[in-house]
């Protein structure tokens, strides 16, 4: 059974930095492409960066520039590392894995999920 488990969000202010973490177990991490999506107070849940050995990267245009993606094979662990931060990157961020190597923006594209992690922007 997979099990993705993400840690790192908290409160930051407006213009500082967060770095999340998510462990991935029960599947061969190197062959697994990843995403990040996040879901704001009344809003629906949407893409926000993926990482593929195939494809490589993929933002959402809210975040190039600010966001970075990256993995660590060895660890079986995928990263955010969130620059610049917004009060509109308030939101419960999560992590999803997928078989095909997709970096697609669509949710039904990742098979696994995790909990999700609060990250609140204060302005």
């Known amino acids: 059974q997979v099990q993705l488990v993400e840690s790192g969000g908290g409160l930051v202010q407006a213009g500082g930095s967060l770095r999340l973490s998510c462990a991935v177990s029960?599947?061969?991490?190197?062959?697994?492409?990843m995403g990040w999506f996040r879901r704001a107070p009344g809003k629906e849940r949407e893409f926000v960066a993926a990482?593929?050995?195939?494809?490589?990267?993929n933002y959402a245009d809210s975040v190039k520039g600010r966001f970075t993606v990256s993995r660590d094979n060895a660890k079986n662990t995928v990263y955010l590392q969130m620059n610049s931060l917004k009060p509109e990157d308030t939101a419960i961020y999560y992590c999803?894995?997928?078989?095909?190597?997709?970096?697609?923006?669509?949710?039904?594209?990742?098979?696994?999920w995790g909990q999700g992690t609060q990250v609140t922007v204060s302005s």
């Open positions: 999803a894995a997928s078989r095909d190597g997709s970096i697609s923006v669509y949710e039904r594209t990742y098979d696994s």
């Open positions: 990482i593929s050995w195939i494809y490589g990267l």
């Open positions: 029960g599947r061969t991490f190197s062959s697994t492409s």
